[in-house]
């Protein structure tokens, strides 16, 4: 077998999948479903809970954040060894839970072990499961779901999970992986996606996304974002689907004079007031 042979053969593979993903995905087009964010509406999505006055992605964190009026939540997805989908940032344990490991060598149970860190302190938090984390949020926020593992398996978990918490209204699935989220959306076309790191000089993306498996959200870094990004989303009508992070209260006023509505927002208490104007 030749190279020009296998060099043919592997053209061929990558015709027909292309043709596999654009006709499944219904063409090219634009997606006009509306997704759980509303339009029209200033949404602040607290990052990793409030993280300036809590442990990171914690049950006490996330319940302030109801006390405090958020509509919407940010977390992080990663796995454990032994296949567990769980909340948690880093694939190092060594700033939250103080122990030199990484999270994919460790098994769902030793967690039970660790206490989450506030600030190098020990809070009374533990890691919690993506299960529990459901049963405590689905109803009482929109939940942007950053997913750290973008593999097939993990998909296949967020599906199933997401079904069996009934909570596919109100998640939206994360991801700088494409093709994590179309296969996503070939598993269950109802379920909302966000594709991250749309940064500015990227959006030539757009148009070459499929119509049933664009993201239903496109998001990126404040610090990303510029005026012909702004214009492009205008144009396309995709501003209000438009999410971004890295604002605090040194930029949201920028953020909000550029016609963006929804903030990934790393919140302290000089933004309250703004908070509860926007309620």
């Not at 919690?128 to 950053?146: A, E, M, P």
């Not at 993201?215 to 702004?230: G, L």
Request: charged letters at 20%.
């Amino acid at each position: 077998m030749n190279f020009r042979f296998l060099l043919l053969m592997l053209g061929s593979f990558i015709l027909v999948l292309a043709l596999f993903v654009i006709l499944t995905g219904g063409g090219f087009g634009t997606n006009s479903r509306t997704g759980p964010l509303e339009i029209n509406k200033i949404t602040f999505i607290a990052h990793r809970g409030l993280y300036n006055y809590y442990a990171e992605n914690s049950l006490e964190g996330y319940e302030r954040c109801e006390e405090m009026g958020f509509d919407a939540i940010e977390t992080d997805i990663r796995v454990t060894k032994d296949r567990h989908l769980i909340v948690f940032h880093d694939d190092s344990t060594s700033r939250l839970l103080k122990k030199h490991s990484l999270i994919e060598q460790l098994n769902y149970a030793d967690l039970d072990n660790y206490n989450l860190h506030f600030h190098g302190t020990p809070t009374q938090n533990k890691v919690l499961s993506l299960d529990l984390f459901l049963q405590n949020f689905k109803q009482k926020f929109t939940i942007y779901l950053d997913n750290k593992v973008n593999k097939k398996w993990v998909a296949d978990s967020l599906v199933m999970k997401l079904k069996i918490a009934g909570a596919e209204n109100s998640v939206i699935i994360a991801s700088s992986n494409l093709l994590f989220l179309a296969y996503i959306k070939y598993k269950d076309k109802n379920l909302y996606t966000v594709l991250e790191g749309f940064d500015a000089g990227k959006e030539w993306i757009f148009h070459f996304i499929p119509k049933y498996y664009k993201p239903d959200y496109y998001s990126s870094f404040m610090s990303k974002v510029n005026e012909e990004q702004i214009n492009f989303l205008r144009k396309n009508n995709i501003l209000d689907r438009k999410i971004v992070y890295g604002v605090d209260s040194s930029n949201v006023n920028a953020v909000l004079k550029a016609g963006i509505q929804h903030m990934i927002i790393d919140f302290d208490s000089s933004l309250t007031s703004l908070l509860h104007e926007h309620l």
